[in-house]
């Protein structure tokens, strides 16, 4: 179900409807309905090439995409963050009057694109002043969901063919909301159907486990809640233009993470024979810490858990043995004391706490064992630095154990079945 398998026979792609079928023959091919109508298309030209989709001598795709990260996030910024005022979006034509009509916002995923999602959660709600609820596909469209015009539902999926957000959008859209759909792959089914597409413009990505589809989820949200910041008159334009120059710095900043990579391979090595991990933060980083420890499930196969930092108290810490690893990312100056204080009661119980923690952060070595640092930026755009650290993490200790990284088992990449 992915372009990328293609891409060695052809770049052009004839988009078959349901309903519809096509019709091969020598000289070419045509597409008709069930009913013997013929459909006329034009084929979809996909920008990507082959070579794209190749390892190029790196030893797993997966590493591949996370040092690709850098380059991708220039290229979901290109052309959409020149001017200082307010992002330009293609292919996103909501009115002004709706956006100042807009009620509530329902982000709908799964798997990596939700943990995106409640990443776009926080920044919606603080720039643009919208009441925002995230929600599993796979619940939403079983949910009594209160959903209506007055509404903007944005559905976010790498292929655009995950069956559950395919199935919740649609769900979504027979109440009546609009649909804004963020995704990876042009001319996808989500893509087709949306009244808004933002394009992520990762490139092919052939691991299973998310990297670069993620971190490109992540500033494709941020740019969606400033544009709605903008257009409700919630953010300054001395604001806008300071949000803008540090999303514009973001790529420089993901590489200068990336090359302290032999930290994190080191930690890895060291911590790779481990059964149990725990991951915890507040507010944005409790969103990044469940991402990280998916990544660490899907392919080093250890038993890991995210968990808001503050709800340790309420039972899981009595999991917390002697030489359990904890990650703490602590990126969130507003909660910073308290996330300090949840560090403290896991070496009470002699965890072993790893932190993420900005460059400038110097209160941090004097509560954790190690700390694996990313370089300041503004707290609302953090997640997208604070992640590569625990991606990394998440191969190495894969590879020590021996698994199979791009291809962890019992996973697909499209997730086509309900």
Same mark, same amino acid.
């Given at each position: 179900?992915?372009?990328?398998?293609?891409?060695?026979?052809?770049?052009?792609?004839?988009?078959?409807?349901?309903?519809?079928?096509?019709?091969?023959?020598?000289?070419?091919?045509?597409?008709?309905?069930?009913?013997?109508?013929?459909?006329?298309?034009?084929?979809?030209? !996909?920008?990507?090439?082959?070579?794209?989709?190749?390892?190029?001598?790196?030893?797993?795709?997966?590493?591949? *995409?996370?040092?690709?990260?850098?380059?991708?996030?220039?290229?979901?910024?290109?052309?959409?963050?020149?001017?200082?005022?307010?992002? *330009?979006?293609?292919?996103?034509?909501?009115?002004?009057?709706?956006?100042?009509?807009? =009620?509530?916002?329902?982000?709908?995923?799964?798997?990596?694109?939700?943990?995106?999602?409640?990443?776009?959660?926080?920044?919606?709600?603080?720039?643009?002043?919208?009441?925002?609820?995230?929600?599993?596909?796979?619940? &939403?469209?079983?949910?009594? #969901?209160?959903?209506?015009?007055?509404?903007?539902?944005?559905?976010?999926?790498?292929?655009?063919?995950?069956?559950?957000?395919?199935?919740?959008?649609?769900?979504?859209?027979?109440?009546?909301?609009?649909?804004?759909?963020?995704?990876?792959?042009?001319?996808?089914?989500?893509?087709?159907?949306?009244?808004?597409?933002?394009?992520?413009?990762?490139?092919?990505?052939?691991?299973? #486990?998310?990297?670069?589809?993620?971190?490109?989820?992540?500033?494709?949200?941020?740019?969606?809640?400033?544009?709605?910041?903008? =257009?409700?008159?919630?953010?300054?334009?001395?604001?806008?233009?300071?949000?803008?120059?540090?999303?514009?710095?973001?790529?420089?900043?993901?590489?200068?993470?990336?090359?302290?990579?032999?930290?994190?391979?080191?930690?890895?090595?060291?911590? #790779?024979?481990?059964?149990?991990?725990?991951?915890?933060?507040?507010?944005?980083?409790?969103?990044?810490?469940?991402?990280?420890?998916?990544?660490?499930? *899907?392919?080093?196969?250890?038993?890991?858990?995210?968990?808001?930092?503050? *709800?340790?108290?309420?039972?899981?810490?009595?999991?917390?043995?002697?030489?359990?690893?904890?990650?703490?990312?602590?990126?969130?100056?507003?909660?910073?004391?308290?996330?300090?204080?949840?560090?403290?009661?896991?070496?009470?119980?002699?965890?072993?706490?790893?932190?993420?923690?900005?460059?400038? %952060?110097?209160?941090?070595?004097?509560?954790?064992?190690?700390? &694996?640092?990313?370089?300041?930026?503004? %707290?609302?755009?953090?997640?997208?630095?604070?992640?590569?650290?625990?991606?990394?993490?998440?191969?190495?200790?894969?590879?020590?154990?021996?698994?199979? !990284? %791009?291809?962890?088992?019992?996973?697909?990449?499209?997730?086509?079945?309900?």
């Amino acid at each position: 179900s992915d372009i990328p398998a293609l891409l060695s026979h052809t770049r052009d792609v004839l988009v078959i409807e349901d309903g519809e079928m096509a019709v091969m023959t020598a000289s070419g091919a045509t597409v008709e309905r069930l009913d013997g109508a013929t459909v006329a298309k034009q084929p979809l030209r !996909i920008t990507w090439d082959a070579e794209m989709a190749e390892k190029g001598g790196y030893p797993h795709f997966m590493l591949k *995409e996370i040092h690709e990260q850098p380059r991708a996030l220039q290229e979901t910024m290109m052309g959409r963050l020149d001017a200082p005022g307010a992002p *330009e979006l293609d292919g996103v034509s909501y009115s002004p009057e709706f956006v100042r009509g807009l =009620r509530k916002l329902w982000i709908t995923a799964c798997g990596t694109a939700y943990h995106a999602g409640l990443v776009g959660r926080w920044v919606v709600e603080h720039w643009a002043k919208i009441p925002v609820e995230p929600e599993l596909a796979s619940e &939403l469209r079983y949910r009594d #969901a209160l959903i209506d015009p007055q509404t903007l539902t944005v559905a976010i999926s790498q292929s655009g063919e995950t069956a559950d957000t395919l199935a919740a959008a649609r769900e979504a859209r027979k109440r009546g909301t609009r649909l804004a759909a963020i995704t990876n792959v042009v001319g996808s089914t989500l893509s087709r159907e949306a009244d808004d597409v933002l394009y992520v413009r990762a490139g092919p990505e052939i691991a299973v #486990a998310s990297s670069k589809a993620y971190i490109t989820m992540l500033v494709a949200l941020q740019m969606l809640a400033l544009d709605l910041a903008v =257009r409700r008159g919630t953010v300054t334009p001395p604001r806008v233009a300071h949000i803008i120059q540090a999303m514009k710095a973001l790529p420089g900043k993901a590489q200068e993470v990336l090359q302290r990579e032999s930290e994190v391979a080191s930690l890895a090595a060291r911590l #790779a024979d481990r059964e149990h991990m725990f991951f915890i933060g507040r507010g944005l980083d409790y969103a990044v810490a469940q991402e990280g420890s998916l990544k660490l499930k *899907e392919i080093s196969y250890l038993h890991s858990e995210a968990l808001a930092a503050g *709800e340790l108290k309420h039972g899981t810490l009595a999991l917390v043995t002697p030489g359990v690893p904890v990650f703490a990312l602590v990126t969130q100056r507003h909660v910073y004391e308290k996330t300090l204080s949840n560090i403290q009661e896991v070496k009470a119980r002699g965890g072993l706490v790893i932190a993420v923690a900005y460059d400038r %952060d110097t209160e941090i070595t004097k509560h954790t064992e190690v700390v &694996l640092r990313i370089p300041d930026t503004l %707290d609302d755009l953090a997640p997208v630095l604070a992640i590569i650290p625990l991606q990394l993490f998440a191969y190495y200790v894969a590879r020590e154990r021996g698994n199979d !990284i %791009d291809q962890p088992r019992n996973l697909a990449k499209s997730v086509t079945v309900e």
